[in-house]
C-alpha cells in the first residue's frame, strides 16, 4: 500500500509560478513510477507528466512542455511539478498517481494504469 499526499495549489496570475509537492508514505516509494494528472470541471482526467522509478525517463503532455518541469527525490518520497508561465487553461484539480511497473513512461500511460492516487490539489489561474 502506498499513500500519496499532494500540496502547493492555489490561486495565481497568468504567468506566474507554482510547485506541486506529492509526498508518499506506506511503501517502497523508488519503486514506483509517478503520474500527474489534472482534471477540470466538466473535464476528463489528462495525463500532465511522468517520471520513472529512478528519475531517468519523463514525459511531458504537449501542452505543458517547456513549462512544467517534473522530479523526484527517492531520499525524501517526494515528486515534485514545477509549473512556470501558467495559464488560465492550466486550471484544475492535480492528482499524482503511482503505479508499480512495468508502466509506458514516454507516451504516458492513462490513469487506469495507475494504481495508487492522492486527494488531489487545486490550482487556479486567474487574472
Known amino acids: 500500500q502506498l499513500q500519496l499526499v499532494e500540496s502547493g495549489g492555489g490561486l495565481v496570475h497568468p504567468g506566474g509560478s507554482l510547485r506541486l509537492s506529492c509526498v508518499a508514505s506506506?511503501?517502497?516509494?523508488?519503486?514506483?513510477?509517478i503520474g500527474w494528472f489534472r482534471q477540470a470541471p466538466g473535464k476528463g482526467r489528462e495525463g500532465v507528466s511522468c517520471i520513472s522509478s529512478s528519475g531517468e525517463s519523463t514525459h511531458y503532455a504537449n501542452s505543458v512542455k517547456n513549462r512544467f518541469t517534473i522530479s523526484r527525490n527517492n531520499a525524501e518520497n517526494t515528486v515534485y511539478l514545477q509549473m512556470n508561465s501558467l495559464e488560465p487553461e492550466d486550471t484544475a484539480v492535480y492528482y499524482c498517481?503511482?503505479?508499480?511497473?512495468?508502466?509506458?513512461?514516454?507516451?504516458?500511460?492513462?490513469?487506469?494504469?495507475?494504481?495508487?492516487w492522492g486527494q488531489g490539489t487545486q490550482v487556479t489561474v486567474s487574472s
Open positions: 506506506g511503501s517502497t516509494f523508488g519503486n514506483y513510477a
Open positions: 498517481a503511482a503505479a508499480w511497473p512495468p508502466i509506458t513512461i514516454s507516451p504516458m500511460a492513462g490513469p487506469d494504469e495507475y494504481d495508487y
